[in-house]
């Protein structure tokens, strides 16, 4: 493309016909050792070198749009937007909010024009998917203990997996802090929450 009378190549991209804007990413510039400096006035995108390499007007006041001036000279048919299978499945993953791999695979069957997608088997674990499924981190260490009976009650609404014996699906529990008594009720639903209790 064209971009203040210099010719800019750009690897990595995916030409829409369709689409009335074309679409650049920063992220991908920046994960190849570009550089961004941003002000009110716009957007300054630097090379490894330390060139400058783009520049672009914010579109509106607040938001992370930018209109780049540019000239479409010509379009590369060898150009794709991945360059492997295992980027081809990182990609769907990433961008439909890290789902399974079997919903990764049944993609195509679920939605129209869809075309197959590989699974690689040397895959690295997810970090996103590993955040996302971490259990909450301890709560901090509390040495003060109630005084004297229902004080101070600890309670918990829990869900079963499966229905009980009993059709109930829930498990209301109450611990009190004084002397550690405990009493747990099975539930049908959580709107008995406020009876029970």
């Given amino acids: ?18 689409v009335a804007c074309r679409l650049i990413s920063t992220g991908q510039l920046i994960g190849r050792g570009y550089s961004l400096s941003t ?12 060139d400058l390499y783009l520049w672009s007007d914010p579109i509106a006041s607040v938001g992370p749009l930018h209109y780049v001036r540019v000239l479409l000279q010509f379009i590369d048919e060898k150009v ?22 079997n919903a990764v695979k049944h993609l195509h069957s679920a939605t129209r024009d869809f075309k197959v997608v590989k699974i690689p088997t ?13 259990a909450k981190k301890p ?7 109630a005084t004297k009976p229902l004080e101070l009650v600890h309670s918990n609404l829990c ?12 498990v209301a529990t109450f611990v ?16 008995d929450t406020f009876c029970i209790f």
Wanted: charged share 20%.
């Fill in 39 to 50: 002000t009110a006035a716009g957007t300054k995108l630097f090379a490894p070198n330390g």
């Fill in 122 to 134: 040397d895959l690295a674990p997810c970090s996103g998917c590993a955040s996302g499924k971490m």
């Fill in 1 to 18: 493309m064209l971009h203040h009378g210099k010719i800019i190549r750009l690897t990595d991209v995916e030409y829409c016909p369709s």
């Fill in 80 to 101: 794709q937007v991945i360059g492997s299978k295992k980027d081809e499945y990182l990609l769907w993953h990433h961008r439909m909010g890290h789902p399974s791999k």
């Fill in 159 to 170: 869900e079963f997996p499966t229905l009980s014996y009993y059709r109930c699906r829930y």
């Fill in 176 to 191: 009190d802090d004084f002397s550690a008594f405990a009493c747990i009720y099975p539930l049908a639903a959580k709107s």
């Fill in 139 to 145: 709560f901090a260490l509390s040495y003060s203990r």
